[in-house]
């Protein structure tokens, strides 16, 4: 079992930037691929960004290429998303998720967070 929370969500300006966090705990933790997923209510859960168990490997959504970075500390069984430049378009639910592979597919992730709220106003 792997339980995550994520934390770093709020409220910025247009052209600002956030940093999310998902703490991983469980004792496989840091050998699970991490990626994050958005979502509103209009739309379906959105492939935003992933990364290997290593870090080696990482992945983007197209609508966050060159804004935003994900990165992990497998000391701290932390995964962070960088969110620069940030567009009211981005306003969504962010979601961290464990998969044992690397994958862009939300369907293939074993183990979610609660989410955390992102709000990003013109």
């Known amino acids: 079992q792997v339980q995550l929370v994520e934390s770093g969500g709020g409220l910025v300006q247009a052209g600002g930037s956030l940093r999310l966090s998902c703490a991983a705990s469980?004792?496989?933790?840091?050998?699970?691929?991490m990626g994050w997923f958005r979502q509103t209510p209009r739309k379906e859960r959105e492939f935003v960004a992933t990364?290997?168990?290593?870090?080696?490997?990482?992945a983007y959504g197209d609508s966050v290429k060159g804004r935003f970075t994900i990165s992990r500390d497998n000391a701290m069984n932390t995964v962070y998303l960088q969110m620069n430049s940030l567009k009211p378009e981005d306003t969504a639910v962010y979601y961290c998720?464990?998969?044992?592979?690397?994958?862009?597919?939300?369907?293939?992730?074993?183990?979610w967070g609660q989410g955390t709220q992102v709000t990003v106003s013109s």
């Open positions: 998720a464990a998969d044992r592979s690397f994958s862009v597919n939300p369907r293939t992730y074993d183990y």
């Open positions: 469980g004792r496989t933790a840091s050998s699970y691929a």
């Open positions: 990364i290997s168990w290593s870090g080696g490997s990482t």
